[in-house]
């Protein structure tokens, strides 16, 4: 106690008196000069007895006011501890590496712990971890969960050395600072979150895929029965979620719902994919339907126009599913059946007027595929060329590195003198030459990473794509005209269809027709696959203008060594799930793995029992994958797992910086996934 001193403004005011004291001495030298010195004598003691009186008062006083004080300052200090043990709020402090080093009661009845629990704080709330602490930042949050809760905790950095003296400590704390912790119980306020999340208006549009086509295929006077039923099936789908749907268009809904129903359509799998295709009141035609649903964002146009596109990706996906845009995620649902063929060609004739008016326009046309050209992008691209050529507008046709089998087919072209050396170009040649004043069409392909060149496609500001694959997540996006139709066979099929509306003057020779004509019969498999009225017709067309079957099997006629790699690839073939054949094909030696891979694929669906084939090979350091079915299992969409893509029954995928056994466990697991999920 004798240590203690008082200091400020206290001390200043304790002084006050004796201070007043020489303006009390000044006052008696005035008395003196002016009043005599008996008048001054009398000032002086007054003076004095002042004077003695103050010092005496302040002496005496002062170790009773430090009794005072520090008796209020312990009480003050006694109550601010009673008053943080008590507190609801729960607090602890923690020292630098997380240990506890003290509680209140609130901290410890959340906890389940004692008063003196002083292990680390991760033993009560696994989710802080070491890196949450505060270090160089003064404060850090995290969510933690106790006992159904969800707190926030907020921990604050003291430095508590200033505030400290003698030889204090807390606890043993060594460090400089110490950490306090809140708790805040954020429960009810996650819950209104969520609860607002979850209420969120979603929209969406709804189409009906083969409207014209289902109608033809009933009697006139059950038509308006047979929409009757699927609009019910339709609105009870959507009012049942508590959700608005409206018709837009004969064909055409639109939807709204909430954000939490939308999470029960997607675990039931958007069951009404599959009930309106139980309307049948005689109809020879099952109708389908496309969903397109948009949301992520904060503005209703923005999820429209999500919905929009989403509606448009579902539809050149072939339709009969489900396309959900979730700001730059993209989900699908369904897409199990076939694409259904369109029996008109209004849209093809569309098309071939937009593809002659946007060739003619420019000074150059350049043409490519996609990597590792095939037989279908061959000829798709050899029948541009020839329209190209038709309108009098030089054409080139971008290939690197063109595949062994492929040799045959562009020999001919190379070797008449109908073609200049320049039909065929390299990527570095067709980078030089492209322009703002160039044409770039995209033949047999939609994913811009998957083109011969990629940099051709933001080297001219006009693009066009004709491709018969389902479009995925990324495709190409700034496209002037793009044809894509899923029922097609190939695009060579495509081409062959466009070719018949582009000019009259359009002749097709009889080497361009073979190309064509090879090109869809490798896809379809010698026409076992894929085909449909209208690839006939295509074909009826090439053979018309020249192709001749013939020459076209003599040209790609198979090695020895692919014979024997393809029969080794089927009778090494694992039987997976009783169901999947999986084989490989050995690439040393062969001048076209892939091509093998496809072959040998195909062939291992004449086993009894295998609903659906794929065939690996590991081809320049990056492993490819054939995949292959009948009817029964959508490869597409397994093969979209693994970042590929294609059709219902032929998809592919390419896996890069992977080894064939690490590829095909990959695969076995997205089967079973896939299984275990009912998308097969």
């Not at 008395?31 to 001054?40: I, K, Q």
């Not at 969903?291 to 429209?304: K, V």
């Not at 097609?488 to 070719?499: K, Q, Y």
């Not at 073979?514 to 019969?521: F, Q």
Request: glycine content about 6%.
């Amino acid at each position: 106690m004798n240590n203690l001193k008082i200091t400020g403004q206290l001390k200043s005011y304790l002084r006050w008196p004796m201070v007043l004291s020489v303006l009390w001495a000044v006052m008696t030298v005035a008395v003196f000069a002016a009043a005599g010195r008996r008048a001054g004598i009398i000032a002086l003691i007054f003076l004095i007895i002042y004077a003695a009186i103050s010092f005496f008062m302040y002496n005496a006083r002062t170790p009773k006011l430090m009794n005072e004080l520090v008796s209020f300052a312990t009480q003050y200090g006694q109550v601010q501890k009673n008053l943080l043990k008590e507190f609801v709020l729960p607090y602890a402090l923690l020292d630098g590496s997380g240990s506890i080093l003290w509680m209140n009661n609130e901290f410890a009845a959340l906890s389940g712990k004692d008063l003196s629990f002083h292990k680390n704080i991760a033993v009560i709330f696994p989710e802080i971890k070491k890196g949450d602490l505060p270090g160089t930042e003064q404060r850090t949050e995290c969510e933690v969960l106790k006992n159904e809760k969800r707190y926030r905790a907020a921990m604050q950095k003291v430095v508590f050395t200033e505030l400290m003296t003698g030889e204090e400590e807390l606890n043993g704390a060594s460090d400089d600072y110490i950490i306090a912790l809140y708790l805040f119980d954020e429960t009810e306020l996650g819950q209104l979150i969520d609860e607002r999340d979850k209420n969120k208006l979603v929209c969406g549009l709804l189409s009906l895929d083969n409207y014209e086509e289902a109608m033809e295929s009933i009697e006139e006077v059950r038509r308006s029965l047979l929409l009757a039923l699927v609009d019910r099936k339709i609105n009870k789908f959507f009012t049942e979620v508590d959700g608005i749907v409206r018709k837009t268009e004969k064909d055409k809904y639109f939807f709204v719902i909430r954000k939490k129903a939308l999470e029960e359509l997607e675990n039931g799998h958007f069951s009404l994919l599959d009930d309106v295709k139980t309307v049948n009141i005689g109809n020879e035609m099952s109708i389908t339907i496309s969903i397109g649903i948009g949301f992520g964002s904060n503005s209703f146009l923005q999820n429209a126009e999500s919905a929009r596109v989403a509606i448009e990706l579902a539809l050149g996906r072939g339709g009969d599913q489900v396309v959900i845009k979730d700001g730059y995620n993209t989900r699908y649902f369904g897409g199990k059946t076939e694409s259904m063929e369109k029996n008109t060609r209004v849209k093809a004739r569309v098309k071939a007027h937009a593809l002659k008016e946007i060739l003619s326009s420019k000074e150059e046309v350049v043409i490519m595929g996609h990597k590792i050209t095939d037989v279908d992008s061959l000829g798709a691209a050899v029948g541009i060329f020839r329209a190209a050529q038709t309108i009098g507008k030089p054409a080139h046709i971008v290939i690197d590195s063109p595949p062994d089998a492929l040799r045959p087919l562009m020999d001919v072209f190379l070797q008449s003198s109908d073609y200049t050396d320049r039909m065929f170009i390299n990527t570095r040649e067709a980078k030089e030459m492209t322009n703002a004043n160039t044409a770039v069409v995209v033949v047999d392909t939609n994913k811009p990473d998957y083109t011969e060149c990629e940099e051709l496609l933001h080297r001219s500001n006009t693009v066009v794509v004709l491709d018969h694959h389902r479009q995925g997540r990324d495709i190409i996006q700034n496209a002037v005209l793009s044809y894509i139709e899923p029922y097609a066979s190939s695009a060579c099929e495509m081409v062959a269809e466009v070719l018949q509306y582009f000019d009259d003057k359009l002749k097709i020779r009889s080497t361009e027709a073979d190309s064509l004509y090879a090109g869809i019969m490798i896809d379809t498999n010698n026409f076992l696959t894929r085909t449909g009225v209208r690839t006939f017709e295509a074909a009826a067309y090439l053979r018309r203008s020249g192709a001749d079957v013939t020459r076209i099997r003599k040209m790609f006629r198979d090695s020895m060594e692919d014979c024997r790699a393809k029969a080794s690839a089927i009778a090494n073939a694992e039987i997976y799930h009783t169901a999947f054949a999986i084989s490989e094909v050995k690439s040393a030696g062969l001048k076209s793995p892939t091509v093998v891979c496809a072959q040998a694929a195909n062939e291992l669906l004449s086993v009894v029992g295998i609903k659906a084939s794929f065939v690996l090979t590991d081809y320049n350091h990056t492993i490819y994958i054939s995949a292959r079915a009948i009817d029964e299992v959508n490869v597409q969409l397994i093969m979209e797992r693994l970042g590929g893509g294609g059709h219902l029954n032929i998809a592919g995928a390419q896996l890069t910086n992977s080894t064939i056994p690490a590829a095909i466990e990959l695969l076995k697991s997205t089967i079973t996934q896939m299984k275990e999920e009912g998308d097969l």
